[in-house]
């Protein structure tokens, strides 16, 4: 006799009950990269990310020290974007997935909420897909993958180069004309540092980079300083001569990525619904024999709160031939 494990309405309700918990799962799956920013839950549209600038200092005391103030708005938008998907599936096939054929019979059935975990595990796979469209997502209406569902963070770049937010004379950016080697990548992680700004150099930052490119800086590091006998590891957690304020942070994301970002966590902005937004959902239908239909939807974005050298910099790899 076979084994029923679950049922349309079962899971219909389970889905309702976990909603807005199993709406925030795909984030949740996305935190190998997300962990490293600023998340900001929620959002029920696009949120505008103000920064005020002006210019104002003491002197010598005058009863004519009055100026115009020179104050001004920067406004930037986190835009939201709202993505769907609706997948059939076996129920009786993913339970094998999730906990094995030893835990399908008898007293290790009792007490297991499959019915939820049949849903952890179709969100937590699309925030897996969430977790390697960060940095190179570009939105795309008609496309059909998370990587057209919102503009990432190198996109974003991408965009205010050509607008000159980012550029050299901004102090945000500089143009690496080597490649990064484990021959010269110690150097060249100096001259990004050098090229920071003051304010940048003096707080704690996360270097977003591939890692590749965080291995070459080790294996750098081991091949000029491998003899000195108070080296028991080779791995650097944080770049050489900035008093453990700039700390790498190698992300399988940043995979085939031209940028370096250099930033403090809280001006990595990513933004999500969590169930707030009227367009989220989660819900299953039975629409095809043997199969049940997952139906989610949920809203994403990312974006840098400033562009100010203050708060970022941007080192572009050369360019491959």
């Not at 709406?23 to 949740?28: A, D, E, K, N, Y």
């Not at 054929?101 to 499959?114: F, H, M, N, P, R």
Request: with cysteine; proline share 3%; net charge negative.
């Amino acid at each position: 006799m076979a084994l029923t494990i679950t049922t349309i309405d079962a899971l219909k309700k389970s889905a309702t009950q976990y909603q807005k918990e199993l709406l925030i799962m795909p984030v949740t799956s996305a935190q190998a990269t997300l962990q490293h920013m600023q998340g900001m839950p929620g959002l029920k549209g696009n949120l505008v990310l103000s920064e005020i600038n002006g210019e104002a200092e003491l002197a010598p005391y005058k009863r004519t020290n009055v100026k115009d103030a020179e104050i001004g708005i920067t406004a930037r938008t986190l835009e939201m974007y709202l993505g769907n998907c609706a997948y059939n599936f076996d129920p009786n096939e993913l339970w094998g997935t999730i906990y094995g054929s030893l835990v399908t019979q008898g007293e290790a059935l009792k007490g297991v909420d499959i019915n939820k975990s049949i849903l952890m595990l179709a969100t937590a796979r699309m925030g897996k897909k969430l977790n390697m469209a960060i940095w190179n997502a570009k939105r795309n209406a008609d496309g059909s993958t998370t990587k057209d569902l919102f503009n990432g963070f190198d996109t974003i770049t991408d965009s205010e180069k050509l607008s000159e937010g980012i550029k050299a004379d901004n102090g945000n950016y500089l143009q690496l004309t080597e490649d990064i080697t484990e021959a010269n990548a110690i150097d060249t992680f100096q001259k990004i540092y050098d090229a920071a700004s003051d304010e940048l150099q003096s707080q704690p930052v996360k270097i977003y980079c591939s890692k590749d490119i965080y291995s070459a800086y080790n294996r750098n590091y081991q091949l000029l300083h491998g003899a000195l006998p108070y080296n028991t590891e080779f791995k650097k957690t944080y770049l050489e001569g900035t008093d453990g304020l700039w700390e790498f942070c190698p992300l399988a994301s940043k995979k085939g990525s031209k940028y370096i970002h250099i930033a403090p966590q809280s001006n990595m902005i990513y933004g999500y619904g969590a169930g707030e937004n009227p367009g989220e959902t989660l819900d299953l239908g039975k629409y095809a024999p043997w199969a049940l239909t997952l139906e989610a939807s949920m809203a994403f974005g990312v974006q840098f709160k400033t562009l100010s050298q203050e708060m970022l910099f941007v080192a572009e790899l050369k360019a491959k031939e």
